[in-house]
């Protein structure tokens, strides 16, 4: 848009836009009906979506059916590798993994961010860009300097235990080292990164509501809360469904926060179908019992975004 | 969205996914993975240059890949350009990844079509690049320069691999290998000292001296497993001085019928668990980064650290005379003492090259008594141990020792994780849950013998 208005003279797309309407006419196409030409305009990034999308996945697909070492000639197992993953107990112990993380990753970083939102959208906040920026910043850093930032935090003698021992519960846990608190202890990481992204999803989403509900729900009487649960909360379905689907996704697939923070351990009490898939692939030459499983957790993602979508659509009057 | 448009857009989805999912089938033969392997044409003859042969040879460029230290005092980039300097119409264009990032795309690297003429490999990236046809058969080299004569025998046997890639010390030599490592006990004299303990000769001594520092409040072992590698050092460590070092090397080299599970294996589990119960070990050691457990060390807390060599030069010039080194004390006193170790900066040919001849010349002269010299940065020792040397006093000079005599015992015996591609995705987690009390030795033992026998069944 901004190309066109630079290119054309102002007035110009009225001028051409009756032009075009009138030669399309003429072809004896049906008014509003897609002519072919379009998906000519199409092709460019269909070719991308294909080369570096589509194929690939298909190539893993392929891949997920053949017993690989990632080097010498593969062999064709069939459905092999996909009854081998349905019926690893241990694999199922990874995918609950996920699941815990995905309290984490998007539950709580969602209503924190609502909760933001709500302390900051009610009445202008003085230097409310420095707080947004504050709380966005984990999204901009990289991930690795978070995860040796946060090795830091959880060691023995890190500030999370510095906390603790300021009310009295320092218990001299390395909390990355712990059988029970590693995971929750990851998914902190990953609650505190999340949060910011909503946040700044449902504070641009709040300022499209029209502040004359909230004028109105207070000349009601309404008070805090049932302007929240009224006003905001509707308000922003769609905004909560974005921030849901990206979050939940990014649960489900995580690998570089484990991989960066435990390497799955201790024992496999972090361990995720993603740091799994890498496992196999880069480290044990399992590349097609690594692409089944990528497989099976890309339909899972799949399957879980789109079930997201549909439960997030406005209801129909 | 219209009801009608829907639906059209849906069959239009079921053709396009139909349409890929033929095409997919279709270029099958094209995407077979790993269907071209890298060199099956004959070699041409092996022949061994001489410096006069090399500088008659015009400008040439050497390619090599590796995962080692691209500081210019490290002993690979000190050899490299002492090479150059001696034969200038040679260039050595050397390509450094960071070594897990190395770890994960030689593969890729070694078979495409502008394969580099040499790479780097260890025990774990081996098995599949010859496998893969990916690396050349050095035996003529090794007549023709009589590596052979340099290595003791595990390290002999590790440099062999069968063709299909999964036993050792059978098959062809698929490199050549610049010098080793090896893990043992790094002490603290000023703990020691404090503690009123004396430096232990037998390991029942040492047993007695971690209840002692233990007693006095020390901390009698440092160790960060975070990582999930570094517990696996201590407990090989202990393992190859309690068990049959040769039965061992045989495990892990694949031989048929070995076996880890044994009494001397479990008393190995067993003994490693008391460190953490009698807190010998932090029982918090599993959320502690193996750096930071060494620099606790360097700090002043920690009688012992058992570790490799790689940390010497830190070591040794941060606690200077109160540092020290030793192998783990044998049963009885003076008997040999085991270390875990292997090669490092071993480096294989391509069978693409068109230079083999000049590579392995190269080759011979990298890991040859030249580089066996260089001590400055310390990263690993020489072959030669007599070229070795370092400052009196330190536990560099401790390492030097203690490397001459396993050199001299043969008593070198390799990294448990070498002995299968999963053994390290095994190994490592299950002593990370031996030592929480999640998993008994028997069940250590199990999973460990059950991912190696998978690995050769398969």
Known sequence: MVLNTAVLPPQAPASIAPAARRRGRSRGTAPGEPRLVAYLYLVPALLMVVVFVLLPVLHTVYLSLVKWDGVTAATFVGLGNYVDILTDPQLRALFLHSLELVFFFAVLPISLGLLITALLSRRAVRGMTFYRSILFLPQVVSMVVIAVAWQWIYAQDGVANQLLGLIGLDRGIAWLGDFTWALPAIGIVGAWLSTGLCMVLFLSGVQKIDTSLYEAARLDGANAWQEFRHITLPGLRAEIAVALTLTVVGALKSFDVVYLLTKGGPGTSTAVPGYEIFARAFGRGEAGSAASLAVVLTVIIFVVSIAISRFSKEPEV | ?458
């Open chain 2, 1 to 458: 969205m219209s009801l009608h448009s829907s639906r059209r857009s849906r069959t239009a989805l079921v053709l396009a996914a139909a349409a890929a999912i033929a095409l997919g089938s279709a270029g099958c033969s094209a995407l077979t993975p790993g269907a071209a392997p890298g060199g099956t044409a004959t070699l041409a003859p092996a022949t061994k240059l001489s410096a006069d042969d090399v500088t008659a040879l015009g400008d040439v460029t050497l390619r090599m890949t590796d995962g080692g230290d691209a500081a210019p005092e490290s002993r690979l980039s000190q050899s490299i350009a002492k090479f150059e300097a001696e034969f200038p119409n040679v260039t050595v264009e050397r390509d450094v990844k960071a070594f897990a990032d190395y770890s994960k795309t030689i593969n890729l690297v070694m078979s495409g079509d502008d394969a580099p003429d040499i790479a780097e490999a260890d025990g774990a990236m081996a098995p599949r690049l010859v496998a893969g046809k990916l690396l050349r058969p050095l035996n003529d080299y090794f007549d023709a320069y009589g590596w052979a004569a340099r290595y003791p025998s595990s390290i002999l046997s590790s440099l062999k691999a069968s063709p299909d890639g999964k036993a050792y010390g059978t098959g062809d030599f698929w490199g050549v290998s610049t010098g080793g490592e090896l893990t043992g006990v790094f002490y603290n004299k000023a703990v020691l000292d404090r503690a009123g303990v004396d430096l232990p000769a037998t390991f029942d001594d040492f047993q007695a001296a971690l209840a002692t520092l233990h007693d006095k409040g020390e901390i009698p072992i440092q160790l960060g497993n975070l990582d999930q590698w570094s517990g696996s050092h201590v407990f090989s460590t202990l393992l190859d001085n309690t068990a049959d070092p040769q039965g061992l090397q045989d495990w892990i080299n694949g031989k048929p019928g070995a076996t880890f599970t044994s009494p001397e294996t479990k008393q190995a589990l067993t003994t490693f668990k008391d460190w953490f119960s009698q807190g010998y070990i932090s029982e918090q050691a599993n959320g502690i980064l193996d750096e930071d457990a060494v620099a606790s060390f360097m700090d002043g807390q920690g009688a012992f650290l058992i570790t490799g060599t790689w940390r010497t030069a830190d070591i040794s010039t941060t606690l200077g005379e109160n540092g020290g080194f030793m192998l783990l004390p044998p049963k009885e006193e003076g008997g040999p003492s085991y270390a875990t170790g292997s090669y490092q900066g071993t480096f294989g040919i391509s069978p693409k090259t068109k230079n083999a001849d000049l590579a392995a010349f190269f080759l011979d002269y990298i890991t040859g008594p030249v580089a066996a010299s260089i001590n400055e940065a310390g990263d690993f020792l020489g072959w030669y141990p007599d070229e070795n040397s370092a400052p009196a006093g330190t536990a560099a000079e401790d390492v030097q020792t203690a490397w001459a005599s396993v050199l001299e015992n043969n008593g070198l015996v390799g990294w448990l994780d070498s002995a299968s591609p999963a053994m390290g995705d095994t190994l490592f987690p299950a002593l990370q849950e031996l030592m929480a009390g999640q998993q008994t030795p028997e069940q250590v033992m199990d999973a460990v013998q059950k991912t190696w026998e998978d690995y050769r069944q398969a």
